[in-house]
T-cell receptor, first 111, second 116 residues
């Protein structure tokens, strides 16, 4: 059974606007929530994370929100830039040593 | 990249052949893992290790074997390749099993495997 769901396989936004990427999860034992970014032909790279004791973490243009009651994680990118065009994976870890990822959302930022 | 090296980068195999994907890290990380990425399926965990001599199965372990004889190396073995194993494989490592800003997980650049 899939523990992590990224229901939007793709998202297209205009440069300068906000990009919002979403994840839903089912396992309430997750301790850490992470976002990774992946360009074609490269390995994923760490973007931002949040622990289960927080509901918001901000790093420059990137903000991650955690709603534990709804089991929902989101990533906001403001303002979006063409260089942000990539596939974004949400990842979850906790309890065991496993880090599981969603299926990814392909973000395209149009100039 | 941050010190995770995968080889080979590209490989074509015939059905039934065996091969090993190599992964090495020079960061003295305890935690290493293998993922495969398929279109529409995201990153799926194959096997992982929390230290030398310790391995465990992930979400999709069938058809793969791993061992961890040293901290630095975590090879992934395909025992008898099948077309369903055509994928991009990523090795990852981190200093702890706990994710978060202090324990970033680093990925290699990927190994593209085609089984014909």
């Amino acid at each position: 059974d899939q523990q992590v769901k990224q229901n939007s396989p793709s998202l297209s936004v205009q440069e300068g606007r906000i990009s919002i990427l979403n994840c839903d999860y089912t396992n309430s034992m997750f301790d850490y929530f992470l976002w990774y970014k992946k360009y074609p032909a490269e390995g994923p790279t760490f973007l931002i994370s949040i622990s289960s004791i927080k509901d918001k973490n901000e790093d420059g243009r990137f903000t991650v929100f955690l709603n534990k009651s709804a089991k929902h994680l989101s990533l906001h990118i403001v303002p979006s830039q063409p260089g942000d065009s990539a596939v974004y994976f949400c990842g979850f870890q906790g309890g065991s040593e496993k880090l599981v990822f969603g299926k990814g959302t392909k973000l395209t930022v149009n100039p | 990249n941050a010190g995770v090296t995968q080889t080979p980068k590209f490989q074509v195999l015939k059905t039934g052949q065996s091969m090993t994907l190599q992964c090495a890290q020079d960061m003295n990380h305890e935690y290493m893992s293998w993922y495969r990425q398929d279109p529409g399926m995201g990153l799926r965990l194959i096997h992982y290790s929390v230290g030398a001599g310790i391995t465990d199965q992930g979400e999709v372990p069938n058809g793969y074997n791993v061992s961890r004889s040293t901290t630095e190396d975590f090879p992934l073995r395909l025992l008898s390749a099948a077309p369903s194993q055509t994928s991009v494989y990523f090795c990852a490592s981190s200093s702890s099993v706990v994710g978060g800003s202090g324990n970033t997980i680093y990925f290699g650049e990927g190994s593209w495997l085609t089984v014909v």
